[in-house]
């Protein structure tokens, strides 16, 4: 059983950063990002498998993932936010390959509000 806890979530002024973790027990291969913004759907921003990361056009270069392998803890680097980055971010231990949002295990979110 995977169990998954995310953390660093906040308020921040647009261009802010912000660092989120997520602590995991259990095997984390492949572990991606996902963000709930108000008014759509639940979107990938990342994700890491295999030493390799890969992102969301919306978040490239502004974004960076990585991992604490001794810590078994994934973090989401989030620089420059902008007002639309608002929203829950969640970590999700992807049972598929790309990653899909009805197959892996979720945690339970942290709010990220970004304010101009």
């Known amino acids: 059983q995977v169990q998954l806890v995310e953390s660093g979530g906040g308020s921040v002024q647009a261009g802010g950063s912000l660092r989120l973790s997520c602590a995991a027990s259990g095997y984390t291969s492949p572990m991606t990002w996902f963000r709930q913004v108000p008014g759509k759907e639940r979107e990938g921003v990342g994700s890491i498998y295999l030493g390799i990361t890969y992102y969301a056009d919306s978040v490239k270069g502004r974004f960076t993932i990585s991992r604490d392998t001794a810590k078994n803890t994934v973090h989401l680097q989030m620089n420059s936010l902008k007002p639309e980055d608002t929203g829950v971010y969640y970590c999700?231990?992807?049972?598929?390959?790309?990653?899909?949002?009805?197959?892996?295990?979720w945690g339970r979110g942290t709010q990220v509000t970004v304010s101009l």
């Open positions: 999700v231990r992807s049972l598929t390959w790309p990653p899909e949002k009805t197959k892996g295990y």
